[in-house]
């Protein structure tokens, strides 16, 4: 199946640097999300985008819906030991409000932040 | 916690076996998504169920099947398994259709040996 381009693929950060991550795909899609996936959990939501150009915060963490539909943004500010985990982008080609389509996902970004 | 609940958390079989994945859903949600994560593949949208009947179909191979009961929970079948079906198995459900409002359970980690 395809998946989205997401890139790094890790990360080694201090604590308290600024972190950003990014998603691409040949196509469009509607809807982008992000996720973050700690070990034995399931992925949980962080950021729902659904409108091209959106640029939406959930605390230190701002994620952006491209203008061409076709890929977003996450940075992270002033990060912190807990933000330690997977990053995945994921996108959906259905319409909000309406269609059935499961969530196509990029591969992750891992992240370490070394105190 | 999600509010999905997978169970087992843990299943060890060997190859040529069958296995059943359960799903309860977060209360009043009607729909429910089957994902499969491994290492080279990724997280893969598998099938979805609203409200009892198939809605979306993904990378879902013909071994394996789905149900989704009255009571809104569901199942994943998997059979004839072969090694390369080791992998956590998610359970995500919404309210509606739409996968973005989706909440993900703790998965199943399958290993078939």
């Known amino acids: ?115 | 916690d999600s509010g999905v609940t997978q169970t087992p958390k843990h299943l060890i079989t060997a190859t040529g076996q069958r296995v059943t994945l359960r799903c309860s859903p977060r209360s009043g949600d009607l729909s429910v998504y089957w994902y499969q994560q491994s290492l080279d593949q990724g997280l893969q949208f598998l099938i979805q169920y609203y409200n009892g009947e198939e809605r979306a179909k993904g990378n879902i191979l013909e071994r394996f099947s789905a149900q989704q009961f009255p009571d809104l929970h569901s199942e994943l079948n998997l059979s004839s398994l072969e090694l390369g079906d080791s992998a956590l198995y998610f359970c995500a459900s919404s309210p509606r259709t739409g996968a973005y409002e989706a909440f993900f359970g703790q998965g199943t980690r399958l290993t078939v040996v």
């Open chain 1, 1 to 115: 199946g395809q998946q989205l381009n997401q890139s790094p693929q890790s990360m080694f950060i201090q604590e308290g640097e600024d972190v950003s991550m990014n998603c691409t795909s040949s196509s469009i899609f509607n809807t982008w999300l992000w996720y973050k996936q700690e070990p034995g959990e399931g992925p949980v939501l962080l950021i729902a985008l659904y409108k091209a150009g959106e640029l939406t915060s959930n605390g230190r963490l701002t994620a952006q819906f491209g203008i061409t539909r076709k890929d977003s943004f996450l940075n992270i500010s002033a990060s912190i030991p807990s933000d330690v985990g997977i990053y995945f982008c994921a996108g959906q080609r259905g319409r909000a409000g309406g269609g059935a389509d499961g969530l196509t996902f990029g591969k992750g970004t891992h992240l370490i932040i070394q105190p």
